[in-house]
DNA sequence: AACCAGGAGACAT
DNA sequence: ATGTCTCATGGT
């Protein structure tokens, strides 16, 4: 089998298994973002939380987070840990994003452009970056994260300590032929977070790979 | 009771 | 360029 169709095989695998995942989760662009920052090294259902807080107020909105009170606004985000961070490097986003026009403005560059603006945010790392420019500007960007690197690591597929954009990249060009690329990377990143979490509770679909980082079913 | 969660920045080497 | 430390709550 080709590359190409390896990587596409695992995909379908995992589609077929879970379905779609309909991400990511949220009401409009910017609540993607946010989620985006929060959800940095910490589960999803505390996002939520930090989410139903900062909404509950009114403060799902750049001005309401710049004008919000550290003290206070790290109060909303205790759910998520690390809130002191987390509030800086909200604040540090909604200040880039006022400047830079905001979600219409933006999607105006290209994606290497809004990527390196986002790399220039403090609290944006490249995953970060990723996961806004596809979930949220909708731009076809392969996420690698940490699942992405286990799962492929152990099908082989990679070495696994290579360098975020050379994943990055790497993954970009072995699908580049698929059809609808963003839709494909949309559920693929989504896909791989999901099989991370359920996997070990049910039955593999992808030669017996377990994403959990301490898995003895792989060798 | 350890382990893990949809990482990033600061700092030293 | 690459490695280590810190940030911190909540679920299993």
């Given at each position: 089998m080709s590359t190409p169709q390896k990587y596409r095989r695992i995909f379908d695998l995992m589609f077929k298994a879970y379905?779609?995942?309909?991400?990511?989760?949220?009401?409009s662009p910017f609540e993607i973002m946010v989620g985006a920052v929060l959800t940095q090294n910490t589960s999803w259902s505390n996002v939520e939380k930090a989410v139903v807080h900062l909404k509950g107020n009114g403060a799902l909105d750049p001005q309401a987070i710049i004008d919000t009170h550290h003290k206070r606004l790290a109060s909303w985000l205790r759910?998520?840990?690390?809130f002191n961070v987390k509030a800086k490097r909200l604040k540090s986003f909604c200040q880039w994003y006022l400047e830079a026009g905001q979600f219409n403005r933006l999607a105006r560059l290209d994606t290497d452009e809004l990527r390196k603006a986002l790399l220039s945010?403090?609290?944006?790392?490249p995953e970060t970056a990723d996961d806004i420019l596809l979930?949220?500007?909708?731009?076809?960007v392969f996420v690698i994260d940490a699942y992405t690197r286990r799962l492929f690591s152990r099908l082989g597929?990679?070495?696994?300590?290579?360098g975020y954009e050379a994943l990055r990249v790497s993954f970009e060009k072995k699908l580049q032929?698929?059809?609808?690329l963003v839709q494909l990377f949309n559920e693929y990143h989504s896909l791989i977070v999901w099989h991370a979490k359920y996997f070990c509770k049910t039955r593999p679909v992808c030669e017996g790979c377990c994403l959990r980082k301490h898995c003895t079913l792989v060798s």
């Open positions: 379905g779609p995942q309909h991400w990511w989760p949220g009401d759910p998520v840990g690390y945010v403090n609290g944006v790392g979930y949220a500007f909708e731009r076809p597929y990679i070495g696994g300590d290579e032929k698929q059809p609808d």
